[in-house]
């Protein structure tokens, strides 16, 4: 009975838990419910995951109303995948951060920050789980609140957290208005909300205006949501001011949702066999890739606080998931999905190690790390096996990334875009050079005696540092799941799925 109703339990029971953690009223109980949500999100992924690989396409109907009249939770190969990485990361972060909120959030606001982090963890399992364009919306919005409210509970540590908080509201405001304003178009079109029956119904409207500027409004929307650069303003500051664990969590999970959406908006709901997406693929993602990977690379060299230099490299990770999508294949498609389950971990994995750091010195500037290796070696060498795979050094999940990324640009014959991406990989080694040197070559400037994270912390940080090995030398198993998310979505997106015919 469970099984039947998965699709929407692992959505639901951390929507309904959200409110128990505000009314508990104590801290430590606020957590415990956010755990076991999470880990029950965690392992209903993987059970979804395993049955989409096993029996294809998953259709749960809301209230039994079949689509495109009720709403479709729909999970395929590429949901179901990205659905692991939030549920995985989401997880993760709960279990770490305990001690971490208790040290950086005050002891009344703690149940509340609980119920804002839950809120947000189902309001990105529902928007990769639906399969209803404006039900996507409703989640959105759901995911997008409660993380402004994150961020700017930042403001006990530093007041900047408000204005990041404002800033990030306002963009992403606009983003989501953007992205329904498009909706309405295509609504207007085709009378229906199912992506699905949605793409069936606009095939043959390819000379439409009106679809044109739909696509148009869609794709800055979740521009501004994911990012993209120049589009990117108000990343840095939500990263660098928020919460330790707020920051590891949407690092790993807010812009590859995100990402997931345009995705179905490019693949599922439009096609690249349309003449304005390919255009779009070719003349503005590729140059804005291209360009994301080494301005942002290149701000992050001058940076002196170790949450803006992994912010700036978030961005520029961006540029490489456009990349891989404007390659407009199979392998490039591959290669963003691969990336996108890869970069969450290793991100995330880097923040939980800063989180650590500003849990024992109060500090994540660069000078803050000085002799940390020796002081805090467990934290420091999963930042340094984290930092490494960011890099994209053999034997870590980046390696693999970048290995698919540049096969696929020499798969199109775009020789140039295959060394701009060992460039930019290059320019990561410098600006994680600074901070790992900071940590095992630079005495320590702090006379106080530092010592480690407490295990609570760092079990989980290691959990996705182990994560960044064992997956980096045997990657089987994300590049096959990644290569059926990509068949999915660019040979046959409603596989498995009958069009749909209602009104």
């Known amino acids: 009975m469970i ?37 029950f999100a965690l392992a209903g992924s993987f ?39 939030v ?6 972060c709960i279990l770490y951060g305990r001690r971490s909120i208790e040290r950086e959030i005050p002891e009344d606001d703690q149940p509340l920050f609980y119920t804002m982090l839950l809120l947000c963890f189902a309001g990105m399992l529902g928007v990769t789980s639906t399969g209803d364009a404006f039900n996507l919306f409703v989640f959105l919005e759901i995911f997008s609140l409660s993380s402004y409210v994150l961020v700017a509970m930042g403001a006990e540590r530093d007041r900047r957290a408000l204005t990041a908080a404002f ?11 953007f992205y329904v304003i498009g909706l309405g178009f295509v609504y207007a079109l085709t009378g229906t909300l199912n992506m699905a029956d949605m793409a069936v119904r606009i095939t043959g409207m390819a000379g439409s205006g009106t679809l044109r500027v739909a696509f148009a409004f869609m794709i800055i929307g979740m521009g501004l949501k994911l990012a993209i650069f120049p589009m990117h303003l108000w990343l840095p500051n939500a990263y660098a001011f928020a919460p330790s664990i707020v920051t590891a969590l949407l690092a ?62 978030s961005i520029a990770q961006s540029g490489y998931f456009l990349l891989g999508v404007s390659f407009a294949s199979v392998g490039g ?11 969450a971990i290793m991100k995330s994995g880097l923040f939980l190690a800063v989180g650590c750091v500003v849990y024992r010195t109060g500090s994540c500037s660069i000078a803050s790390f000085r002799g940390l290796g020796h002081k805090m070696p467990w934290t420091m060498a999963a930042f340094v096996i984290g930092g490494l795979s960011m890099i994209g050094i053999p034997a870590t999940i980046g ?19 295959a060394i701009a991406i060992v460039a930019g990989s290059l320019l990561a080694l410098f600006y994680f050079g600074r901070i790992i040197e900071a940590a095992y070559l630079q005495p320590s400037t702090d006379d106080s005696t530092i010592t480690e994270a407490p295990l609570s912390m760092l079990a989980p ?10 997956l980096g030398i045997d990657s089987e198993l994300t590049v096959s799941a990644a290569r059926a998310a990509a068949e999915a979505l660019f040979l046959d997106p409603h596989a498995g799925l009958p069009a749909h015919t209602g009104p």
């Open 399 to 417: 390696f693999t990334s970048k290995w698919y990324l540049i096969l696929a640009a020499l798969e199109r014959g775009w020789w140039p875009v």
């Open 461 to 470: 940080m290691w959990m996705l540092t182990i994560s960044c090995l064992a």
């Open 87 to 92: 549920s995985l990361v989401g997880a993760v």
């Open 47 to 85: 059970i979804l995951f395993a049955q989409v690989l096993n029996a294809g396409v998953i259709s749960y109907h809301i209230g039994n109303w079949a689509p495109p009249w009720g709403i479709e939770f729909r999970l395929d190969a590429a949901n179901s995948f990205v659905l692991v990485v």
């Open 3 to 39: 099984l039947q109703h998965l699709a929407i339990l692992q959505v639901m029971l951390p929507l309904l838990a959200a409110p128990l953690c505000v009314l508990s009223r104590s801290p430590l109980l606020a957590w415990g419910i956010a755990a076991l949500a999470g880990l």
């Open 167 to 177: 800033t990030y509201l306002l963009l992403g405001t606009i983003g989501a208005t």
């Open 252 to 313: 790993g999970t807010a812009t590859k949702v995100a990402l997931y959406v345009l995705l179905r908006i490019l693949f599922t709901i439009f096609s690249p066999a349309y003449p304005f997406e390919s255009q779009t693929l070719q003349y503005l993602f590729l140059p804005l890739g291209l360009a994301g990977v080494f301005v942002a690379s290149i701000v992050a060299l001058f940076q002196q606080d170790v949450k803006r230099v992994l912010a700036w490299s």
């Open 333 to 343: 498609l591959m290669a963003s999905i691969v990336h996108l389950f890869n970069h």
